[in-house]
Structure formats: C-alpha cells, structure tokens
Nanobody, 126 residues
Framework: QVQLAESGGGLVQAGGSLRLSCAAS????????MGWFRQAPGKEREFVSG???????NYADFVKGRFTIFRDDAKNTVYLQMNSLKPEDTAVYYC????????????????????WGQGTQVTVSS
C-alpha cells in the first residue's frame, strides 16, 4: 500500500522559512516523479514544484527563487524548502507521486499524479 506522509508545516511570520518533508512507502521511489501542490481555502489545488527521478526540477512561477525542491532517494523522501514566505503562500500543501516510466517530464496538473498525501497546513502571518 502506497503511503505519502507529509510533515513540517506550521505557522510562520512573513519572510520566514519552513521545510516540508514527504516520506514515501510502498513504492519504488526512484520510479516516480515527486510533486508538491497546494490548496488554499476556496481555491483549486495548484502545482508548486516537482522533481524527476533524474533530478530535473520544475517550479510554479510564483515560487521561483523562493522555494527549492530536492529528494533523498536513500530515504525515500522529497523535501520542499520554502524561504521568504508570504501570506499568500498560506495553504494546505500536498505531496504527490507520479509513475514516470523512465521519463523526466514533470506533470503540473493534478491528473498527472497517482498517489497523494494527506497534506500539511502552512500558515504565513503578515
């Protein structure tokens, strides 16, 4: 059974930093593109960042230069380092896994991903 467990969310002041972690189990981690999405109240879930098995990365424009995604295949874990946080970054952040079939392409839509975590709340106060 595939499980994705996010951690690291919390309350932080604007300008602060958080590091989210997503530990995966029940899958061959290196076969998967790993992504981070977020969903704010009343809004649709949106792509934040993704990383392929080969280390290729992709970011939404609104986080470029502030967030960094990286993965540790030995720990089956993907991370999202979030710096210079803004109140508009407040959302539930979800980890997701997409079977890559050898491709380094990183999907940016919800439908590209096969498995999802339960989410972790990030709240940025002004």
């Amino acid at each position: 059974q595939v499980q994705l467990a996010e951690s690291g969310g919390g309350l932080v002041q604007a300008g602060g930093s958080l590091r989210l972690s997503c530990a995966a189990s029940g899958l061959t981690f290196t076969y998967y593109v790993m992504g981070w999405f977020r969903q704010a109240p009343g809004k649709e879930r949106e792509f934040v960042s993704g990383i392929s098995w080969s280390g290729a990365m992709n970011y939404a424009d609104f986080v470029k230069g502030r967030f960094t995604i990286f993965r540790d295949d030995a720990k089956n874990t993907v991370y999202l380092q979030m710096n210079s946080l803004k109140p508009e970054d407040t959302a539930v952040y979800y980890c997701a896994a997409a079977r890559s079939f050898g491709s380094s392409l990183i999907g940016r839509v919800v439908e590209n991903y096969n498995y999802w975590g339960q989410g972790t709340q990030v709240t940025v106060s002004s």
